[in-house]
């Protein structure tokens, strides 16, 4: 048995104490400081991964929230389509596209990009062969982008256009501006606030779809303090310029 063997047996038995014993008891372990940039990063990785997830997590979800924000194109106009009729949702779906393009040639350029821009924003509201869930889905869609006010035109069936009002205890009214008042040489407007589509694209837009416009489809305009007057103006625009073409045509 070596001497430090025999020293370490006695003072696990109690025989000498560490002061009398001439082992290293209390050696502290040698740290070697890393060298050079990858050493170092790693050390550093080593021991502030957690952190370092987190700030890179959060750090994320700004840039994502900033792209958002400001690095999608902004619309010019917003154009909610809506229906709780499936002839009238397949419609709107099938010619979603081609509904864009019309009301893209039809409005200003707002946001002054040389590039017009009209959002339409396609919420079915049907509940035959659709799940509850899904149902529910619409309903909050909808009436999220009620409470935003950006989608100042709505497209939709006469019956879903007036089941918006109603569900916030209004009359169509009190949500819709009177589209008579305001264009009163268009006699063909249904109770003062919805414009058919079938007359109010009459003409050259008309071609543009596959199927023939649904006689039961119309245009309102929200109205009411609640909407900015920008958005008012662009909306009036938009059905001003139609009309004017309509004119233009039938005359």
Excluded: W
């Amino acid at each position: 048995m070596t001497d430090d063997r025999r020293e370490l047996l006695k003072l696990k038995q109690g025989l000498i104490s560490e002061k009398e014993s001439s082992l290293e008891t209390n050696v502290k372990p040698h740290y070697e400081k890393p060298v050079g940039f990858s050493a170092v990063m790693a050390n550093f990785y080593y021991h502030h991964k957690p952190h370092i997830f987190i700030i890179g997590f959060f750090m994320l979800a700004t840039a994502g929230m900033l792209f958002l924000s400001y690095g999608s194109e902004k619309p010019d106009i917003t154009v909610l389509l809506i229906s709780d009729e499936p002839q009238i949702s397949a419609f709107l779906h099938l010619e979603q596209d081609a509904l864009q393009a019309i009301f893209e040639q039809h409005t200003p350029d707002i946001t002054g990009n040389g590039n017009v821009f009209a959002e339409l924003l396609f919420i079915d509201l049907a509940t035959q062969g659709r799940s509850p869930q899904s149902i529910q889905a619409s309903a909050v869609k909808l009436f999220g982008e009620i409470q935003g006010g950006r989608g100042v035109l709505i497209i939709g069936n006469g019956n879903a256009l007036k089941r918006i009002p109603e569900s916030a205890g209004l009359t169509s009214g009190e949500f819709y501006a009177n589209l008579s008042d305001l264009f009163p040489e268009c006699d063909y407007i249904s109770d003062g606030f919805f414009l058919p589509m079938a007359e109010f694209l009459r003409g050259s837009d008309s071609a543009a779809f596959d199927t023939p416009i649904p006689q039961g489809l119309f245009l309102a305009m929200r109205g009411g303090p609640a909407i900015a007057e920008p958005l008012t103006e662009t909306a009036l625009s938009v059905i001003e310029n139609v009309l004017l073409l309509r004119q233009a045509i039938t005359d």
